[in-house]
């Protein structure tokens, strides 16, 4: 029987009296007989007619299954039920025709039956409100038999949904009583419906740790070597293994909304532009509403979802020595960090004399992920900054100040340079500077902390980002974000031989009781000098004053008391914006008779507006190529002096 597309009988009518294959009288297609084929006797005695009665399809059925499109889903096929043994003589056509009427029957009618496949059609009729009207496929001690197809009525969309999924083949009409070879090479397997959920599926995740969503921010496969970070809980997380410095790209630059409205850009997963806000807006100017500017929280969200960015700050007095260390890894980037930090700022006292030669190496150290941002100096005062590129349009114009704090003095070893700027709606201010040494001159020390915070003229341009708290007396409450480090030149007040005997008990594991002993500590106590400011715990031995090269505390004459002159302070607005991750000392370098101390932070940032004056993507443009150079230039060598010990080879005469 062929079907139409609309599921209509389209095979040739058959003539009265004709009757289908299988029903008494009627012929396979081989033009054999039906009554000559071996039967068992017959059980019941039901005219052949009453099998045309019972696959009879109700008139509002047939209109309805006229309807039904290629597309629904099509009942099982079964196999032509196997043919009779030879030794199977002894039976007759009226118990086959019989009992296929009988299975046919009590598949319909009888609903404990259990025998048959189309339990499993009944169960999912049971759920999606579909039920056979005509015609199953029973099978019983091993044997199938085949009454119709199974119609299923339109309305349900549970099986329109399936019918989409089906194959070509399937949505093709099939004739079930086709070629009988054809049938017999049919693999038998019954077609189930598929499982439903029993429930509405979950929505897809739309925060950070959506894996599908972090599509920003990809980083070079050249750059990244892939692990896992022991000892973390949850999903496994990228470890970035780089020749340079660590970022943290993937866990701290992508914000949630942002992720997602990335991927409606098809060309970049960068943020889709309008082409209207290209033509009303200037970053330079821009609007003062917070939501629609560059350095407003959508941006930084985007940055920063934790709104806090890295600071690394380092101070070394340098002892005016010509020669710089031949490797400046150890300062920058000690190989205890996992991560390396947003913003690089090196104070020095008593710098080198050739102040671009140092500026140059630390451009070298730091590679190609930092420029330099800015760089100041007042005589050997030296304060560079220096910034991930990605992040310099962020940043507004710098400004920086000057104080001397010895008049009469030609070289000015003994003052403050100061370097202010913005950071999205954040102000940071960054002083290095060089107090008056002397283990006794305390008050002098006091006299220079007070000159500079009240000379040092900062900001210049930037517009205060909160005005009503602060003074024109003091420029660190001009700044939500402030940093003093240097050479303070604060002591300890104890004998040579008491500091020595305290460092053998504790050996550099509890600096209580030695700090129990410094000048700064006490006079910070007492509110005289650096009002406001914190200071990590120290936890380093201290800084001053070493033989050059050795880690041995001075054996000249004068045999000068072992102090930490060498501090990092800090000062915030809002209580707990600063949160200190680093505090100690460097003790690789011993070029100098101070050991360099660093400090790592995590500054909280808030949403800034367009209307701050920006730096516009400034930098050194000279030192950023000559670092970069002489770093090419170093890997060249080390791969040369690798070929060279690889090829070289060893004759030994006997």
């Given at each position: 029987m062929r079907m139409t597309e609309n599921g209509e009988d389209s095979s040739p009518s058959q003539p009265d009296g004709v009757l289908p294959r299988g029903a008494p009288g009627g012929k396979d297609p081989e033009g054999v007989s039906s009554d000559k084929?071996?039967?068992?006797?017959?059980t019941e005695d039901i005219k052949p007619t009453k099998l045309l009665d019972t696959l009879k399809f109700p008139q509002d059925v047939q209109d309805q299954s006229s309807k039904t499109s290629l597309y629904q889903p099509r009942p099982p096929l079964l196999p032509k039920p196997p043919a009779l043994s030879k030794g199977g003589k002894s039976g007759s056509m009226e118990e086959v025709r019989s009992r296929r009427l009988k299975h046919s029957q009590e598949s319909l009618t009888d609903p404990a039956e259990t025998g048959s496949s189309t339990d499993s059609l009944k169960e999912d009729s049971a759920v999606t409100g579909v039920f056979p009207l005509s015609g199953a496929a029973t099978l019983r001690n091993g044997q199938s038999s085949i009454v119709g197809p199974l119609l299923t009525p339109t309305g349900s969309p549970v099986f329109r949904a399936r019918g989409q999924s089906l194959s070509e083949y399937e949505r093709r009409p099939h004739d079930h009583y086709g070629d009988p070879a054809e049938q017999r090479g049919r693999p038998f397997k019954v077609r189930l419906s598929p499982l439903q959920p029993s429930g509405p599926l979950p929505a897809l995740e739309q925060t950070l740790a959506s894996e599908s969503l972090r599509t920003a921010n990809r980083?070079?496969?050249?750059?990244?070597?892939?692990?896992?970070?022991?000892?973390?809980?949850?999903?496994?997380?990228?470890?970035?293994?780089?020749?340079?410095?660590?970022?943290r790209l993937l866990d701290n630059m992508v914000s949630d909304n942002t992720s997602v409205n990335s991927m409606k850009s098809t060309f970049s997963v960068l943020n889709p532009i309008r082409p209207r806000d290209v033509r009303n807006r200037s970053f330079l100017e821009g609007s003062v509403l917070g939501s629609g500017a560059l350095l407003g929280a959508e941006e930084l969200d985007r940055y920063f979802p934790e709104r806090r960015v890295g600071i690394y700050i380092a101070t070394w007095n340098m002892h005016g020595e010509k020669g710089l260390p031949n490797n400046l890894d150890d300062l920058l980037l000690p190989t205890d960090s996992e991560f390396a930090q947003d913003f690089y700022i090196i104070g020095v006292q008593e710098g080198c004399p050739d102040r671009r030669e140092w500026e140059i190496r630390l451009q070298e150290t730091l590679g190609p992920y930092y420029v330099m941002l800015y760089a100041a100096s007042h005589g050997v005062l030296y304060l560079t900054v220096f910034v991930r590129r990605d992040l310099i349009w962020f940043c507004s114009e710098v400004e920086h100040a000057t104080?001397?704090?010895?008049?009469?003095?030609?070289?000015?070893?003994?003052?403050?340079?100061?370097?202010?700027?913005?950071?999205?709606?954040?102000?940071?201010?960054?002083?290095?500077?060089?107090?008056?040494?002397g283990d006794s001159r305390v008050y002098e020390r006091i006299l220079d902390y007070n000159k500079i915070v009240e000379a040092l003229a900062l900001p210049k341009v930037l517009p205060d980002t909160n005005p009503y708290?602060?003074?024109?007396?003091?420029?660190?409450?001009?700044?939500?974000?402030?940093f003093w480090f240097g050479d303070f030149n604060f002591r300890l007040s104890e004998d040579r031989g008491g500091v020595e005997a305290l460092l053998n008990q504790n050996q550099g594991v509890d600096m209580g009781p030695l700090l129990h002993h410094d000048q700064l500590s006490k006079e910070m106590k007492d509110g005289s000098i650096f009002k406001g400011f914190q200071e990590a715990l120290i936890q380093f031995l201290p800084t001053y004053k070493f033989d050059v090269g050795c880690d041995v505390y001075d054996t000249t004459s004068k045999q000068r008391t072992p102090s930490y002159t060498d501090r990092i302070l800090f000062r915030n607005r809002q209580v707990d914006d600063i949160k200190v991750i680093k505090y100690t000392s460097c003790s690789m370098i011993k070029t100098s008779d101070h050991r360099p101390v660093i400090g790592m932070f995590q500054v909280k940032l808030r949403p800034g507006r367009d209307n701050i004056p920006l730096g516009a993507g400034q930098f050194d443009r000279s030192l950023y190529l000559e670092g970069i150079r002489r770093r090419i230039t170093r890997e060249l060598k080390k791969r040369e002096a690798t070929k060279d010990q690889g090829s070289s080879t060893i004759c030994s005469i006997s």
């Open positions: 084929m071996p039967v068992n006797p017959p980083i070079d496969r050249d750059c990244v070597d892939y692990g896992t970070v022991p000892g973390r809980a949850g999903p496994e997380r990228l470890h970035l293994h780089r020749n340079l410095s660590d970022s104080v001397t704090t010895r008049i009469m003095s030609q070289i000015k070893t003994k003052g403050a340079v100061g370097i202010g700027f913005t950071f999205f709606g954040t102000s940071f201010l960054f002083i290095t500077s060089h107090f008056t040494s708290r602060s003074t024109s007396s003091d420029v660190t409450t001009r700044f939500d974000e402030v």
